[in-house]
Nanobody
Framework: QVQLVESGGGLVQAGGSLRLSCSAS????????MGWYRQAPGKQRELVAG???????TYADSVKGRFTISRDNAKNTVYLQMSSTKPEDTAVYYC???????????????WGQGTQVTVSS
């Protein structure tokens, strides 16, 4: 199946920048959309940003103008560049992809293990 491995989380001061990466590996035939979600303590998981296979992007209103999502299809990797960070960006960030493992297989959603991002004030 498809495995997702995230990296780049950590501690950053408010106003600083951080870059998250997520690489997909394993049995991959094709990847459709890729995206980043986050979940803060006591809150539901929410979409932060998404990108389709042709590069169409979508962002949560709370991160528009501050975060940028991109992907490298040759490397099956998606990135999230976080700038002008705020304490309310503190959360566990999860990578998500919609992919299929073989020709004719159905698309399925896969999740990474999550990476902690903490923004200090």
């Amino acid at each position: 199946q498809v495995q997702l491995v995230e990296s780049g989380g950590g501690l950053v001061q408010a106003g600083g920048s951080l870059r998250l990466s997520c690489s997909a590996s394993g049995r991959i035939f094709s990847i459709n959309a890729m995206g980043w979600y986050r979940q803060a303590p006591g809150k539901q998981r929410e979409l932060v940003a998404g990108i389709t296979s042709i590069g169409t992007t979508t962002y949560a209103d709370s991160v528009k103008g501050r975060f940028t999502i991109s992907r490298d299809n040759a490397k099956n990797t998606v990135y999230l560049q976080m700038s002008s960070t705020k304490p309310e960006d503190t959360a566990v960030y999860y990578c998500n992809t919609n992919a299929r493992a073989g020709y004719g297989w159905p698309f399925a959603d896969y999740w990474g293990q999550g990476t902690q991002v903490t923004v200090s004030s």
